[in-house]
């Protein structure tokens, strides 16, 4: 069974970067036809795309966090991270890196889910 | 960017009720379009992809229609298990998620 878990400090200051990293277990990260992405959710709020990756270094961003936005992929560790920098307030959410399933040469969507972590932006 | 416009925001029902949740695209995402189940504190579960097709192990209740700018997701009997809240999502461009339906208890 695949498993995602998000891993990085919980709390962060304003104006300095997110850093978070998603290990995968129960299957490899270099699947073909599968990408691997971010997702995050303000409290109380609905869900937001940051960006994807696929295991050959192919990325894809959420046009509107692209300036401020970096996913890598580590195959060796079966891990994926995300950086996003200049943290305000408003990035205050719970972060989830998932599997996503490529259909027709599009993004797809996404069948699993690691937990979630939040991550609090305050001084 | 496509902008994705669920409605309605809040749905209160009862058990056993039919329900119908629609998303609406600001352009066309042709079949490209997946739903998802969240309920509080877990990750969203996928239940539809494809506009219409079900996800493996989700009950036959859930079913998925449309294409083009406008989708619905159906529950033929609603289920205590699925009170929820409910997003679309198109990945026709890029990704969007709507902003979710809330399936609250009447």
């Known amino acids: 069974q695949l498993q995602l878990q998000e891993s990085g400090p919980g709390l962060v200051k304003p104006s300095e970067t997110l850093s978070l990293t998603c290990t995968v277990s129960?299957?490899?990260?270099?699947?073909?036809?599968?990408?691997w992405g971010w997702v995050r959710q303000p409290p109380g709020r609905g869900l937001e795309w940051i960006g994807s990756?696929?295991?050959?270094?192919?990325?894809y961003y959420n046009p509107s966090l692209k300036s401020r936005v970096a996913i890598s992929v580590d195959k060796s560790n079966n891990q994926f991270s995300l950086k996003l920098s200049s943290e305000t307030a408003a990035d205050t959410a719970v972060y989830y890196c998932?599997?996503?399933?490529?259909?027709?040469?599009?993004?797809?969507?996404?069948?699993?889910w690691g937990q979630g972590m939040l991550v609090t932006v305050s001084s | 960017d496509i902008q994705m416009t669920q409605s309605p925001s809040t749905l209160s029902a009862s058990v056993g009720d039919r329900l119908t949740i629609t998303c609406r695209a600001s352009?066309?995402?042709?079949?490209?379009l997946a739903w998802y189940q969240q309920k509080p504190g877990k990750a969203p579960k996928l239940l539809i992809y494809?506009?219409?097709s079900l996800e493996s192990g989700v009950p036959s209740r859930f079913s998925g229609s449309g294409s083009g700018t406008e989708f619905t997701l159906t529950i033929s009997s609603l289920q205590p298990d699925d009170f929820a809240t409910y997003y679309c999502?198109?990945?026709?461009?890029?990704?969007?998620f709507g902003g979710g339906t809330k399936v609250e208890i009447k």
């Open positions: 998932a599997r996503q399933r490529e259909e027709g040469n599009y993004l797809g969507n996404f069948d699993y």
């Open positions: 129960g299957g490899s990260i270099s699947s073909y036809n599968y990408y």
């Open positions: 990756i696929y295991f050959t270094g192919s990325t």
């Open positions: 352009q066309s995402t042709s079949s490209w």
């Open positions: 494809k506009a219409s």
């Open positions: 999502q198109q990945y026709n461009t890029y990704l969007t």
